[in-house]
Structures are given as C-alpha cells and as structure tokens.
C-alpha cells in the first residue's frame, strides 16, 4: 500500500486472500479466448459517448472498474463482465443477446447487476424525496434489499464494489462535490461490507473519499493535522518498529513488527467515539507483533510492558475472549521515554489473516483444508457461498446495532428486531426476533407451514420450538397432506412469534371450523323444510326472503344460533287474508264485573254496554296499562285502539259519534292475559346483531313470536332495520326492555310501533 496524497491510499499489487474471494466469485464464470477484449469490443459502440448520472462517460468508467478488479486478482471473466453489465441497459433483449454472445452465466450476470444498480437509484429516490437519508429505517431498508440481491449472484458484490469506489474517484479527480446520497451509501453500507470480505484496500480508499465528501473542511483539518509532522513521525516510527522487532528476537521471541497505516475516517471515528482531540488519540502512531504462536504473544505482550509504560485502561484481551465475529488480538497502548503514546496490537499469523482478509479466508476453502480458517470449516464451494452469506447477514448487524444505539427510546429494538436465516438453496429470509422454525415455514409458503412436522438447524435435528439464530440454515420436514396443530397458537409452549405465522395458524383452524358451522347450519335448515313439508323450496329463494345474501350465509347464521329456527317457521307459514280497516279478531265474550259492566277480549271494559264483541287493533296492538279508546264497527263489534294511535284518529275524525269510552278491567291474580306488541329498532349493520339483541329478549324473558329484517345502504355504512313481535303482559315492562335493547352496540334507536 502506498499513500498518493494525505488520507488517500491507493491500492497496490493484490493480496493473495483478496484474490482468492474473486477468484471463487468469479468461479462459474467459464474462461473464454480473449473474453475480456471481446468485452470491451462488444460494449464500445453502446457506451462510449454515453454517460451515467454523474456525468462521466460509460466506456471510461468500465475501464477504470475493470482496473480496479485486476488490481485486486480479478480474473478477466470477472473485468469482462464489467463491460457486458454496462451494455446491458442499452440492448432491446439484453438476456438472449449476451446469452448468444458469451453465454448464460455472462448474461445472469449482468441482469441480476442492473436490477440492482435499479433499486439502489430507486432507494436513493425515494430517501431523498422523503427527506430520510440519515434516517436509520432508510439506511437499513436499503441494506436488505442488497442483501436480497446478493444472495442471488454473490458475484454482484464485487462489481459494485468496484464500480461505487471508481464514482468516487471520478468525483475527485474532477474536484465536483459527489451526491450526499452517494456518499452516505459509500461509507455506510459498502465500506463496511468491503471490509466484511476482507477487501479491505478498498474500504479504506472509499471510507477516507466519502467522508472527504461528506465533511470537507474536518477532512482538510485532520489531513493538515498529519501533515504537520509526517515526516518527524514516520521516521520515529521505523526507528521504534525495528528496535522493537531486534528486541523480542534477541530476547528469544520469535516475531515480525509491522507499521500500521492510519487512515483519516477511522482517526475521526476514535476522537469522536472517545471525545478526544487529535493529540489524545493513541494510534496515530500504531505498531503490529506478529509472533509465532498464542504462547509468542503473551511472552511479547509481557516484554513490550517491561519495557515502556502501560496506559491504564487501554488493554484489551481479545484472545482469552474472542468478540463475536471471531477476531483475535492483544491490544496494549504504551509511553516511551519521551511519553509519546504507541498503540501495539498482538497476533499470530492466522489471526492476523482473519481479521485483515475476513471472509476472503473462506472462499480459499481449498487452500485452508478441511480445517478451514477462523474456525470455519469450507469443505465445498456450497459451504465457501454459505460462508459468505453468513458474513453479510454478520455485516448488516454491524450497521444495525451503531444505529439502534444513537436511536431514541421509542425506536429502539428497530434494528434487534429481527434475524436472517438461510434456506437450504442459500437464499435469505427475514424474521422477527425469536422466531422459530414454524414461522420460517410459514414465511417461505402457507402450504409449508401447514405440513410443517419437524425441522434440521445447520443440518441437526431440533424442537420445532427452537428460537432460531441470525445465520442458522433452516431445513424443514414435511407430510404431504396435513393442518397445524392448535398447539402452535398457545404462547406458552413457544412454536410462535410471528405475527404472519400466527394468522395463517388461525385463519386455517376459522376455516375448520366454520365448514363445520354451515355444515350445522344446513342439517338444521334441511330438516326444518323437510318437517313443513317445504323440501321443494331453493334454499338460495330462501335466504332472499330472510334478507341474506346466500345460502351459505343462511346456513353460517343458523349454525351460529344468530336466527332462530322459529323465525324460518313463522317466515314458511302461508300468510293471512289481507283485512281492512275495521276487519279485527273476535274477542272473548265479555265478562260481567261487580259494577254491571263487561269485560271484552283482555280485560277491556266497555262502559254502559252489556255483553258486546271486542277486539285489539293490529295497527297499535294496544296492552295494559296503555290509554285506549273504542270505535264502533260496522257489524264487528268495537274495536280497541291506543288513544295516539294515528288510523285511531282518522277514523274519529270521521265518524266522531262512534267513538266510546272504554278501559282495562283490573286483572285477577289468576288472569295470565298476554299481548302482542311491535318493537322497532334501527342499527348499524354488523355480524352477530340479530343474536345480540334476541339474546336481551331472551335474558328479559320475553317471549319473540316474529321478526321482520331488512339491510339497507346508507351514507353511514349500512343499517338494519328490525321489528320483533313480543309477547307482553304489561306494556310498562316492555319500555324496560326497550332501554336494555337500545344498549346493545351498534343499536341507534328502539321504540314501539
């Protein structure tokens, strides 16, 4: 690595680890005769007075991409590919063109490329539009949808890398401020998997250009700030690195002594995370060890702090106690002589790799052996892609958790919410936290989650209610035909967590039991028409008189006791005679009281008049203690009305000499006289409505002899209407029910007729 300018590192001749992860990305791309200059001639004419959003041209940037993935052990496959995924978005069919050209992998290649270069511009659109490109819910929406496309085509990553880093350098070398969107995603989200794979020239390279964009004048200062005394510094450092590497070999401790290159962000970062000013912080002058073996690193720890002079509370056991993406290193921070801080970290040579190289140590799964590196085991190329994914899945933890932290208390948990789990072809889904095999089942197909009977994580068998872990391969095992089971709905045992799960779990046990209710429904309803020998009757014909929209609906209502089947009874009976205004019931024959007069069909007493025919008006259905007044009929007897009955009262108007004075008999304790009176009520139309209120009848022991429905669409949304026949003994008892009816919800008013 060679500095090119304060801050800036270019890259240099390709790490053998960093070629090893291209070379395994590039692996399915199939060697061609002079692919890459094939490449380039194909995609010339189509791009090279072409430009991207930018500004700079196609062709230049190509180049340049293909430069940078050659600087790094790019194959020419891979270089190549950089110019077909150009050319892709200027050909009518892309895929079959490509395809006939340089083959099928070639053409998946670039797709799978644009589609997401596509989405990244579309995610950027959107951020900026909504203002929220600081936003962390922003941020980590557009981290898993690269998720999403990376575990695709794993190759992708590469070439967006590159093509992000060449952006930038455009940008600089032109000395034009770069899209603040641009650079966010460069140094949030590409940096940081650069160096989950171990590329880490190029996270360095795009960290130090983006913030360099992002915070111009903080860059200039720190970068002046190391200029001051580079020269000074530099040459105590090389004076210390090699006393130090004579040192520990003299003293019989194996070891190499390496500078450590400080970079611009990552000095921002440790003063801004420590509250320090430049000064203060300790790795600006920064030392490796790199010793022989576990026992080479304690024994150089112990003599670097017999030596120099420990800082307190600046060391750091990382070998005892590994952090969770398995680095290892002793870190110690010392003052010489003159009290000028040094910082030393201390490994062996395979910690070394695998902090430095990452994940690039997995893809070299033929080089590492069964053994693998960092304790990862990469058998096959399947194992090196599983490898990988779990790193990237590892990679948006790392930005989730900085950002759950700076997030206020109500939106923390956003990003510990959930994991990502992989399935058995390597794709990647995403669930809640704590979710279990079940709801992995569940948020890959319906079907599954029904047939789910058990399940492998990483190949061994567990309870299907196993809380499942960020990168767990989940494998489930089904039957071919089955439901869930209802004890996956009890939260107590734990089968789960998420809310998609749970509803698919329910919705299957409603469906269940709903067929059974309609399957109730219709037996009920069949041997009711099979009794009033209404077997002939369309069911369909049926629920239309009820005002039900379908039979199945019919049957649903009946099997869920919401209509009785007294009222499908009273509903089949022929019906009665039109009758006219005078034409009424005959009443019992009146009885004689002690005071001469006689009462008629109720206990209706007719003042100065024998034995006399009277009956109750159908109209206002009058009942004790209700005011009444008698009209004469013509050849009927006198028929009984409510005094503000309105028929009452057109009659009177016409013929006033009819009219007579009458009133209830006092009732013997004996007399169990019951009448019929209407009452009716309009409500918001819903399910279960007719039930309730029935149920109030019910519970007020009155007796329901008919009921008349009608749904009506209103601006409110629908309404019901209703009226129910009721038995009475006292019409004062009805307004009783009348108030416990019109607190049912939805019932907006309940009256008598």
């Known amino acids: 690595m060679k500095h090119t300018g304060a801050g800036r590192v270019a890259l240099s001749s390709a790490h053998p680890a960093n070629a090893s992860i291209v070379t395994a990305t590039a692996a399915s791309l199939p060697d061609q005769p002079d692919a890459l200059a094939r490449a380039r001639a194909f995609a010339e004419p189509l791009i090279a007075s072409e430009t991207l959003d930018t500004g700079e041209n196609i062709l230049a940037h190509a180049d340049a991409v293909a430069a940078i993935l050659k600087s790094i052990g790019g194959s020419e496959a891979m270089q190549a590919a950089t110019y077909l995924v150009h050319a892709c978005e200027h050909l009518n069919k892309p895929l079959e063109v490509i395809t006939k050209a340089f083959g099928a992998n070639f053409a998946a290649l670039a797709i799978e490329t644009t589609k997401l270069v596509n989405v990244q511009k579309q995610a950027r659109a959107a951020n900026a539009k909504a203002h929220l490109t600081e936003s962390p819910v922003a941020q980590t929406e557009n981290v898993r949808k690269m998720l999403l496309a990376f575990s695709r085509d794993l190759r992708v990553v590469m070439l967006r890398l590159a093509s992000r880093l060449q952006t930038l350098r455009h940008f600089a070398a032109i000395r034009q401020p770069v899209p603040s969107t ?39 200062d720190i970068a002046r700030l190391l200029d001051e005394k580079r020269v000074e510094r530099e040459g105590f450092m090389e004076a210390l690195r090699a006393q130090l590497e004579r040192d520990l070999n003299r003293d019989g401790i194996a070891a190499l002594v390496q500078g450590r290159p ?91 790799d695998h902090a430095e190289h990452g994940v690039a140590a997995h893809w070299a799964y033929k080089e590492a052996g069964a053994r693998g590196y960092g304790g990862v085991t990469a058998s096959s190329e399947y194992d090196a892609k599983i490898a990988v994914l779990r790193q990237l899945l590892a990679w948006e933890r790392d930005l989730s958790g900085p950002m759950a932290k700076k997030a206020n208390d109500a939106d923390k948990g956003l990003f510990e919410d959930r994991i990502y789990v992989l399935t058995p072809e390597a794709a990647i889904v995403e669930l809640p936290q704590g979710a279990t095999a079940v709801d992995f089942a569940y948020s890959v197909h319906t079907s599954l989650g029904h047939r789910c009977r058990g399940a492998r994580l990483d190949g061994v068998m567990v309870p299907l209610n196993t809380p499942l872990q960020n990168g767990q391969t989940v494998e489930i095992i089904t039957v071919k035909e089955g439901g869930p089971s209802r004890d996956w709905l009890n939260p107590e045992l734990g089968f789960l967590n998420s809310n998609r799960a749970r509803s698919k779990v329910r919705a299957w046990f409603n ?29 369909e014909d049926l629920a239309a008189q009820l005002g039900i929209k379908s039979a199945e609906d019919l049957f649903e209502v009946v099997g869920k006791d919401e209509l009785s089947l007294r009222t499908i009874e009273n509903m089949l009976k022929p019906p009665e005679p039109a009758l006219t205004q005078d034409d009424y019931v005959l009443a019992k024959k009146a009885r004689q009281d002690k005071s001469g007069a006689r009462a008629g069909k109720g206990g209706v007493l007719v003042v100065g008049i024998a034995s006399l025919l009277t009956q109750l008006a159908k109209c206002c259905k009058p009942a004790p203690p209700d005011a009444i007044l008698g009209f004469v009929t013509k050849g009927k007897g006198v028929s009984i009305h409510r005094s503000d009955c309105s028929n009452f009262k057109n009659m009177a108007g016409g013929s006033p000499d009819r009219v007579i004075e009458v009133q209830w008999n006092q009732p013997k304790s004996s ?37 008349q429905t009608q749904s009506v669409k209103d601006n409110r949304g629908g309404s019901a209407r209703m009226t129910f026949t009721v038995e009475v003994a006292d019409s004062g008892r009805l307004n009783q029910v009348i108030a416990a009816v019109a607190e049912v919800s939805g019932v907006r008013s309940a009256r008598r007729r």
């Open 262 to 352: 400080k970079h611009i962000y990552s000095i921002v970062k440790k003063m801004r995370g420590k509250s320090l000013d430049f000064e203060q912080v300790f790795d600006i002058r920064a030392l490796r060890v790199i010793a022989a073996d576990v026992k080479g690193c304690y024994a150089a720890l112990g003599f670097v702090h017999s030596h120099f002079t420990p800082v307190s509370g600046e060391f750091d056991d990382y070998i005892a106690k590994p952090k969770s993406n398995g680095y290892q290193s002793l870190h110690t921070v010392v003052r010489d002589a003159q009290q000028r801080a040094v910082e030393i970290q201390i490994r062996t040579q395979a910690m070394h």
């Open 511 to 539: 469906v269940l039991a709903m067929a059974q209710t309609v399957a109730r429904g219709r037996e009920a309803v069949e041997k009711l028409l099979q009794r009033e020998g209404k077997t002939a009757m369309k069911l």
């Open 671 to 707: 007399d169990s006289s019951i009448y019929p009176v209407d009452v009716a009520i309009e409500a918001a139309d819903r399910q279960g409505l007719l039930r309730d209120i029935s149920e109030v009848f019910a519970k007020e022991k009155m007796n329901v002899i008919g009921v």
């Open 182 to 220: 641009i650079a966010r995603e460069a140094l949030h989200v590409f940096a940081p998997l650069a160096n989950r794979l171990g590329i880490w020239q190029i996270k360095w390279e795009m960290e130090d250009l983006a913030f360099r964009f992002l915070e111009p004048d903080t860059y200039k």
